[in-house]
């Protein structure tokens, strides 16, 4: 494949909503393959844009970086991953974010004990000591308190 026809980390980076930084992580970590011009720059070929679309979804719904690795694994290089080559391999998310929506539901639900309170009071409050058992050291304090699935989670 020439040089022409072939994308620049700019523009991946520009079509991608991926900073270049992002990348070139992804290239160090096998996520994604980039060949070298004559002058020694990157050039990714149209497909990647496919694979940074699905690692974007991907993380969105939690999985790992090593889960993202697996996953990709399974896509074919030779050719454009099929709407079935999608189908096939996020068929096992709808689980992950079945979970990740009850614990929003959880999470929103025990908001009304909180709302006009104003005191998050770790010994009273509902949403994030519920029965005080902090204070009975049933739990380690911290980000702990929250819902596994939403510890850190970024984006939805």
Request: charged share 25%.
């Amino acid at each position: 494949m020439s040089d022409q026809q072939l994308l620049t980390v700019a523009e991946v980076a520009h079509r991608s909503g991926f900073a270049a930084s992002a990348l070139r992580f992804y290239e160090r970590e096998g996520l994604m393959e980039a060949s070298r011009s004559s002058g020694g720059q990157r050039r990714y070929e149209r497909q990647v844009l496919r694979r940074l679309a699905f690692i974007k979804a991907a993380r969105n719904v939690g999985l790992s970086l090593e889960e993202v690795r697996v996953e990709l694994a399974q896509l074919p290089q030779s050719r454009t991953p099929t709407p079935g080559d999608w189908r096939r391999i996020s068929r096992h998310w709808r689980k992950r974010l079945d979970d990740k929506i009850a614990a929003i539901e959880a999470l929103r639900d025990r908001l009304d004990s909180c709302i006009g309170c104003g005191c998050l009071s770790l010994k009273v409050c509902a949403l994030y000591n519920p029965e005080d058992s902090v204070g009975q050291g049933a739990i380690p304090a911290g980000a702990a308190l929250l819902p596994p699935l939403l510890r850190g989670a970024g984006p939805i």
